[in-house]
């Protein structure tokens, strides 16, 4: 099945999908949008698009495992994601994956505004591997 990730921030939300296999994750796009009705409006126009079975939601928790506020943020925007759409949505452990993405990009010599412009939705893809893999588990 087709599996959409979100990487949710305060100004920019990471977009990725995943082949119907659920092997391989890729980077879609970065909504630059920190206002939540218009994210909400602009992740829709994303899914009527691209039709995914399944919503990933990474949840940034603390370093202890605890939930935080940035936790209560991103089911608030699954929650409005509900009211519109008839897809299950899950929710994807998410610490550390923008820094990973750093890392990667970093190794790619990935610098500056072209970083800035790809690391969330890089982000999204590691959300989504770590999803996919751990279902194959």
Same mark, same amino acid.
């Given at each position: 099945?087709k599996i ?7 100004r920019?939300t ?6 119907? &296999? ?7 796009t970065?909504?630059n949008?920190?206002?939540?009705p218009k994210?909400v409006?602009?992740?829709i126009?994303?899914?009527n *698009?691209?039709?995914?079975? #399944? ?5 940034p928790? &603390?370093?202890?495992?605890?939930f935080?506020y940035?936790?209560?943020e991103? *089911? &608030?925007?699954?929650n409005e994601?509900? #009211?519109?759409?008839?897809i299950?949505i899950?929710?994807?452990d998410?610490r550390l994956?923008t820094?990973m993405?750093h890392?990667a990009?970093?190794?790619? &010599?990935?610098?500056? #505004?072209?970083?800035?412009?790809t690391?969330?939705?890089v982000s999204?893809?590691?959300i ?7 279902? *194959?588990k």
């Amino acid at each position: 099945m087709k599996i959409m990730s979100v990487d949710y921030g305060d100004r920019r939300t990471g977009v990725a999908f995943c082949d119907v &296999n659920e092997v391989l994750a890729s980077p879609y796009t970065v909504i630059n949008e920190g206002y939540m009705p218009k994210l909400v409006d602009k992740l829709i126009e994303i899914i009527n *698009k691209e039709k995914p079975g #399944k919503l990933v939601i990474g949840l940034p928790r &603390n370093m202890d495992g605890t939930f935080g506020y940035r936790c209560e943020e991103c *089911k &608030n925007l699954g929650n409005e994601l509900k #009211k519109q759409i008839d897809i299950e949505i899950d929710y994807q452990d998410e610490r550390l994956t923008t820094v990973m993405a750093h890392n990667a990009l970093s190794d790619n &010599n990935v610098r500056g #505004k072209k970083r800035k412009e790809t690391v969330d939705a890089v982000s999204a893809v590691m959300i989504l591997q770590s999803y996919i893999d751990s279902k *194959k588990k």
